[in-house]
């Protein structure tokens, strides 16, 4: 399995910025990171993915360790519709399929 | 909306009946991915579908699962004589032509509950 680790669950205040850690110490050269969020009885949503350099998009950025064992999403300000179950998902697996984890749990407060 | 869609949203059904889902991928998509979720845990893969071939299937897909992409396009997914154990949320995401790291599009997903 490709497997992330990632905290069960963090908080924030809303406006402010969040940074959800990822660590992927196994991963490989070529495996992308992706990033996906789920919305309480919505389907998985797409929100971010990398290979080495750092990302940006409307959604969120991505900051990528040099040595890529490492990685976190940064939501720039947090509203009350970012709270979600986000997954880390490493890449590189047989047909593109995601291997999902357990996720964070994240809380905004206002 | 041309997103990914799933119907039904919601199934109650009867342990040992068979039940059906359907999900329509978006149309030039030609990858289809079935995924199911239970409570508090992140998806589960099942199946892909690259065109009308079933290119993989997980060891979770025990022999009572079917999943059929006939033209294509839509898929279904048939689960026969239901076990409690079959209640999740079961997820279909389709993806484009490009490689690995084409984004996935989730449908909805339909929620199955075996009574």
């Known amino acids: 399995d490709a497997k992330t680790t990632q905290p069960n669950s963090m908080e924030s205040n809303e406006e402010e910025p969040v940074h959800l850690p990822c660590n992927h110490s196994?991963?490989?050269?070529?495996?992308?990171i992706h990033w996906y969020r789920q919305l309480p009885s919505q389907g998985p949503e797409y929100v971010i993915h990398?290979?080495?350099s750092n990302v940006n998009n409307r959604m969120a950025s991505l900051a990528i360790a040099e040595d890529r064992k490492s990685s976190t999403l940064i939501l720039h300000r947090a509203t009350l519709r970012d709270a979600a179950v986000y997954y880390c998902i490493r890449g590189g697996t047989s047909y593109g399929k995601l291997t999902f984890g357990q996720g964070t749990i994240l809380t905004v407060h206002p | 909306d041309t997103g990914v869609s799933q119907d039904p949203r919601h199934k109650i059904t009867k342990r040992g009946q068979n039940v059906t889902f359907r999900c329509d991928p978006i149309?030039?998509?030609?990858?289809l991915y079935w995924y199911r979720q239970t409570l508090g845990q992140g998806p589960e893969f099942l199946t892909y579908f690259q065109n009308e071939a079933q290119l993989e299937k997980s060891r979770l897909l025990s022999d009572r699962f079917s999943a059929e992409r006939p033209k294509g396009s839509f898929s279904t997914l048939e689960i026969q004589r239901t076990e409690q154990g079959d209640s999740a949320m079961y997820l279909c995401?389709?993806?484009?032509?490009?490689?690995?790291?084409?984004?996935?599009?989730f449908g909805p997903g339909t929620r199955l509950l075996v009574l």
């Open positions: 149309s030039e998509h030609n990858r």
């Open positions: 196994t991963i490989s050269g070529t495996d992308y």
């Open positions: 990398g290979l080495t």
């Open positions: 995401a389709s993806r484009g032509r490009a490689g690995l790291q084409e984004t996935q599009y």
